[in-house]
Nanobody, 122 residues
Framework: VQLQASGGGLVQAGGSLRLSCAAS????????MGWFRQTPGKEREFVAA????????YYADSVKGRFTISRDNAKSTVYLQTDSLKPEDTAVYYC????????????????WGQGTQVTVSS
């Protein structure tokens, strides 16, 4: 499966962005989908994940209450609504797919998109 992330950009602190991840090549309807982020010199960290049927969501404590993950299996697309953005949210955001359970474990995700840059100014 190929994943294409988009929607990043430059935004002021307190602003919002909606990231999208479009999948092609095979259906993602049975996959757990996740978002991760990475800044230079740091490991890629978990942000959020959603179960195949959207019944369950899982968030990192750092984004809980501010970010919302969702998906549209008919469109093979996953979204990450980012609200109340902070400068520390600045990173390259990646989407990923897993056929294992709802997890924050980066190693459980086998398919990765190319990333989209989010920059939050203070």
């Amino acid at each position: 499966v190929q994943l294409q992330a988009s929607g990043g950009g430059l935004v002021q602190a307190g602003g919002s962005l909606r990231l999208s991840c479009a999948a092609s090549g095979r259906s993602i309807s049975t996959s757990v989908m996740g978002w991760f982020r990475q800044t230079p010199g740091k490991e890629r960290e978990f942000v959020a994940a959603i179960s195949p049927s959207s019944v369950s969501e899982y968030y990192a404590d750092s984004v809980k209450g501010r970010f919302t993950i969702s998906r549209d299996n008919a469109k093979s697309t996953v979204y990450l609504q980012t609200d109340s953005l902070k400068p520390e949210d600045t990173a390259v955001y990646y989407c990923a797919a897993s056929n294992r359970g709802l997890t924050s474990n980066r190693g459980s995700y086998f398919y990765w998109g190319q990333g989209t840059q989010v920059t939050v100014s203070s």
